[in-house]
């Protein structure tokens, strides 16, 4: 089994809490990787092999005189910062064409209204399943360079029983977080019988994709789903054993929050628009609130008040949405950048929620931390520190992703 000994690490973010710090920092520290695992995180002196001058080891190299299976690399990181990889919990990223107009409109002054889903659904459905695949796996690929080591992927620009089961089964084929979305909107041949629709996701639909599914989602908002419909929908989802989480309150106030709540949803996301009560809501319930603050920063709306949920006491997390219309990015450290200088977080506070709070909003818990016995899912920053990430957002800090304890 290969081994990596990452040493000289200036600041470690563990998440395991310590007290007064989320993040459980650690100074002048090392983590050791075997397989696909951590085995051992503490400080430098103390590493395994740290201390032995080994002239048979180079630095970041391989021992030359020993079988592979002894080796263990050493990574000099340089008193560089390494943080647990990002966990992207909430993305669209199976969509055929672009909207790049309709970004330019709204630039200009158009107000978003979602209303580009259905032109995003007839490009999906136009697209075959191997430009659909070859398009994922670039994104898959501009995720893993950005740091992104789990993500989930919804479905949603299918909204026909065969094709929201191909993006179900091409979602499938890189990720195990698979959301059923087919409550995304009606689509245009459904305008007029909608009921006909909300049927046609709860039985045959759903049917067709919980095979390919972990989560069941829902778009509970004025021009999508009703309350009474995302609350049916759900309750099907359920019934076939998949997961619920929903976009709740992002175009306005609604009963997105609370219905999550009263499932016990993992997550609800979006929450840009809260009232008292869903927010105390939130707070004494397991639901996540998922922020993402691209939707606010590429739509020009408000962006949710996370200082307000994270002193109220709620678990918050971070995720990109990346889809082509309101949110076409799936850069985590622009995420944490936006959520602290326009969300009123700390810099420590969006790490841990874009790293332990999307394994929180995934109901993972073998990501998200720096532990023995946790997924050597890691990422080491060309920076001392990981206030990097906000204090000079825009700029390339990853240096090097490790993914089940491969690098590169
Ligand atoms: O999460 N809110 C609904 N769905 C996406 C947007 C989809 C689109 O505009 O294509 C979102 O923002
Ligand atoms: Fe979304």
New binding site residues.
Partial sequence: MNSTLITNIGELTTNVAAAGDPCGTMRDAAVMIEGDRIVWVGPAADAPHASESDPAVERGGQRRDETPTAAVEVVDAGGRALIPGFVDS?T?LV?GGD?ADEFEARMAGTP?A?G??RR?VAATRAASDDELRRRLADFVAELHAQGTTTFEVKT??GLTVHDEARLARLAAEVTPEVTFLGA?VVPAEFADRREDYVELVCGEMLQACAAHSRWIDV?C?RG?FTPDESRRILAAGIAHGLLPRV?GN?LGPGEGVRIAVALGAASV??CTYLDDADIEALASSGTVATL?PG?EFSTRQPYPDARRLIDAGVTVALAS?C?????FTSSMPLMIALAVREMGMTTAEAVWAATAGGARALRRDDVGVIAAGKRADLVLLDAPTRTHLSYRPGVPLIRTVWRSGRSG
């Fill in positions: 909430h669209h969509f909207r978003y979602a580009g889903i995003t949603g620009y995304h778009f908002e999508a976009h992002q996301d979006h993402l939707v949405d889809n082509p219309g309101s949110s």
